[in-house]
């Protein structure tokens, strides 16, 4: 067992909040590991509630695409959340919930050893890049921190709704590209 099997294992078990008693299945994160690319998503939904993969309804098939478009995959990257249950009605998770889970996203990201950490969404980018993250201002920049270059992109579900906002992501992919490849991410090689 690999210490991200061990680790899975021990998320499976957690009780650490109130989203563990709703929850129908953990929703640990998906692809290859290690990844010198990681995505993180805010929480799971209703269909990752009940598959116990991120991001397979309508906004993870929009993900998909939109990794297509760089040459991207479940099979080449890894995708997450920062909570790992359910919120009800697909609420943005509690900055209580978010603190219970943190924890196994950070060991998650340890043990990838990611070059590069893409934020979807708002929420992700105010936990992973800074509190006071503004998505509309802020989206596609890049931050570096401790070897690892950060960035946000709109999450899907916001472009599901407002899709006047896909220009601005398909350059944040590209920009994602280039800065992949010029960290010399396997995905590229």
């Not at 799971?44 to 009940?50: A, F, K, N, R, T």
């Not at 890049?129 to 992109?153: K, L, N």
């Not at 490849?181 to 995905?187: F, N, S, T, V």
Request: one cysteine or more; glycine letters at 8%.
């Amino acid at each position: 067992m690999t210490e991200l099997d061990a680790l899975r294992q021990r998320c499976l078990q957690c009780t650490a909040c109130p989203l563990a008693r709703t929850r129908n299945k953990v929703v640990f994160g998906v692809g290859s590991a290690p990844s010198d690319i990681v995505f993180v998503g805010e929480g799971p939904g209703q269909q990752e509630d009940l598959t116990g993969e991120p991001f397979v309804g309508a906004a993870g098939q929009l993900l998909d695409e939109m990794l297509s478009i760089i040459d991207l995959g479940r099979h080449n990257c890894y995708i997450c959340n920062i909570v790992k249950c359910r919120p009800p009605q697909n609420r943005d998770p509690m900055p209580e919930e978010q603190d219970a889970c943190i924890g196994f996203l950070q060991e998650q990201l340890r043990l990838l050893q990611p070059k590069i950490v893409v934020c979807l969404g708002r929420i992700a980018a105010m936990r992973l890049i800074t509190p006071d993250f503004r998505i509309t201002r802020e989206h596609g920049q890049w931050t570096r921190r401790d070897g690892v270059s950060y960035m946000a992109i709109y999450h899907p579900s916001a472009l599901l709704r407002d899709v006047s906002k896909r220009p601005e992501t398909f350059s944040d992919l590209l920009s994602l590209r280039e800065q992949a490849k010029a960290l010399g991410c396997r995905q590229y090689e």
